[in-house]
């Protein structure tokens, strides 16, 4: 693990990087430089030995064993629990759910929330801003059940317009469900405004948090937020593993999302009856080694802590965007006034497409096309964005190198 | 000339770039100098759809042999169409439907032509090749 000074702001970024050993490796025979952490961040030595660990130590089924291993699995598998609710601040255990990531997290709320409480002529509010995973599922929903969605517009800057959200909402309105960071344009939406106006007409908000955890101190009991979820593998921890937060009366209300073993009390093949929070929504056997890996993925946040993190990042986000604004023909989607540490652009005339081939060439990592929010790019009229994206290992020569790659770009692309 | 003859050439062309930005600028201009597509086929019925880039393919019909035009939004891709283009079109239709085309692979572009880039190159290939084997058919009845 790395050392922090006693500085809580400031960190060590070489020790950092070097608890991440891709970091070292090289692309292209250049040493690589990672833009892409909004995509998928790297893992630590000790979410990766943590997993380890449990494999070669620990590993049997949870919850079911009368023995001391499938005690001691579930252990750790309910550990990942307990250092999520922490970390997130939930008033309690049975309220953090574990899920495939983001995207089930979704699936989940709008399939079982949206049985139960949606009906004909009813409305869900999201926004132009979402990805995918906040789109199609509310789509699906509205289809089995005849409610409608509507879609909050987004400024040029790459804000919200709250008068329109607030005009929207209406006795109809079921559900609102936002984006809580903007994957494509890094901005960071008013939510404590957004959960208050909702909260007015009693409307529950979901918030989809993939890409808010890895870089904002996320409080949901101050948020008073009523579904919040995100991935493991944005946020240092394994894929295959993320969290649905949701307060315990709006859980015990909605009908289990999948059915299988672990979620029920008694089966008989009249009646089943289901098992309690958050076993509920956990249907078959878990991610148990991800669980495990997610927590890990806390302590390391927790130990390099939220303020020095931030700080780190938007020390990037400021750098970055000053360079590269300067770069002759670039354009920069998303200038929100709130931003976290994406970075998308244009070069004029130039296909994000052919930008991120030749960042490629010099061993650089970017994300280009529509970062599955095409209504997002529809809205800007453009056919996608090149992505730089940044975490706490990345540097200001990082950033140098993005530069100099953009400009290279530029040059062969004029 | 056949289609090994001039995959030949290219690759022989391809040994004198010092480094990577040489090729690429090459492709760069490739892409700028492509004839485009005559704009009426740059629609619906003739678009392949990348994630990453668009490409557009029209097929022309030529006695036994097939004469392709394309088209696309990223300049790369479009260097790379050219290449191909150049490959394969004004060939016999068998011969189109039989290609392997190993140039890409010897002039280090290979990873354009993976399923995974998701620019459409992989899909206009196999479209290409596809007109090579209806037009065979059609001609052998
Ligand atoms: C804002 C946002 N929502 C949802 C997702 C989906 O996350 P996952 O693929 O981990 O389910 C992503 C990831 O790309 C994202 O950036």
Redesign the pocket.
């Known amino acids: 693990m790395s050392t922090i000074t006693a500085d809580t702001t400031s960190l060590d970024v070489q020790a950092i990087r070097s608890d991440f050993p891709i970091l070292e490796r090289e692309m292209r025979n250049k040493p690589m430089v990672f833009l892409d952490s909004?995509?998928?961040s790297q893992k630590p030595d000790s979410v990766v030995k943590a997993m380890d660990y449990y494999y070669q130590q620990q590993n049997a089924n949870v919850h079911r064993g009368v023995y001391q291993l499938s005690q001691e699995a579930t252990d750790a598998y309910e550990k990942g629990r307990h250092l999520v609710q922490g970390f997130i601040n939930a008033a309690s255990e049975k309220e953090v759910l574990f899920v495939?990531?983001?995207?089930?997290?979704?699936n989940l709320v709008a399939s079982s929330y949206g049985r139960k409480f949606l009906q004909e002529g009813d409305e869900v509010i999201i926004s132009a801003m979402?990805?995918?995973?906040?789109i199609v599922p509310w789509q699906l929903i509205c289809e089995q059940t005849g409610a409608k969605l509507r879609v909050i517009p987004v400024t040029d800057e790459g804000e919200l317009i709250m008068e329109e959200y607030e005009q929207m909402l209406n006795e109809r309105t079921k559900i609102v469900a936002v984006?809580?960071?903007?994957?494509t344009l890094g901005t960071i939406n008013p939510v404590e405004r957004i959960i208050e106006l909702a909260h007015a007409k009693d409307i529950p908000v979901l918030l989809?948090g993939?890409?808010a955890i890895p870089h904002l101190k996320i409080d949901v009991q101050a948020l008073d937020v009523d579904f919040y979820t995100f991935?493991g593998?944005?946020m240092f921890g394994p894929?295959g593993i993320?969290i649905l937060y949701g307060k315990e009366k709006w859980l015990n209300a909605m009908p289990p999302y999948q059915g299988g073993g672990e979620m029920i009390e008694t089966v008989s093949f009249e009646k089943t009856t289901f098992n309690e929070l958050p076993h509920k929504f956990e249907a078959g056997t878990p991610d148990i080694a991800g669980a495990v890996g997610l927590g890990a993925a806390v302590e390391y946040m927790e130990q390099i802590g939220h303020e020095a993190i931030q700080k780190h990042e938007h020390d990037l986000l400021v750098y970055g965007t000053e360079a590269l604004s300067k770069i002759p023909g670039i354009r920069l989607i998303g200038t929100a006034e709130d931003k976290a540490s994406v970075i998308s652009f244009l070069l004029d005339g130039a296909h994000p497409y052919d930008v991120g081939t030749i960042l490629d060439q010099m061993g650089i990592a970017v994300r280009t096309g529509h970062?599955?929010t095409q209504p997002l790019m529809d809205r800007y009229g453009i056919p996608g964005t090149v992505r730089a994206s940044f975490a706490v290992y990345n540097t200001k020569e990082d950033i140098d190198r993005l530069v100099e790659g953009v400009r290279r770009a530029a040059k062969m692309l004029a | 000339m056949s289609i090994n003859e001039i995959q030949e050439e290219i690759v022989d062309e391809f040994s004198f770039f010092g480094d990577w930005m040489e090729k690429y600028e090459y492709i760069i201009d490739l892409g700028k100098s492509l004839p485009q597509i005559d704009e009426q086929y740059k629609d619906e019925d003739h678009i392949i759809k990348g994630c990453q880039s668009r490409v557009w393919l029209h097929a022309e019909p030529k006695g036994n042999q097939i004469q392709f035009t394309a088209d696309s939004d990223a300049i790369i891709t479009k260097g790379l169409i050219a290449l191909l283009v150049r490959v394969l079109s004004d060939q016999k239709a068998a011969d189109i439907a039989e290609a392997d085309l190993y140039f890409i692979d010897k002039i280090g572009l290979k990873e354009h032509l993976s399923p995974t880039r998701s620019n459409g190159l992989v899909s206009m290939v196999k479209q290409m090749k596809l007109y090579g084997l209806a037009i065979q058919a059609k001609n052998a009845n």
């Open positions: 909004a995509a998928s495939r990531g983001t995207t089930e997290g979704i979402e990805h995918h995973s906040n984006v809580h960071v903007s994957n989809d993939a890409q991935s593998h944005k894929t993320g970062h599955c």
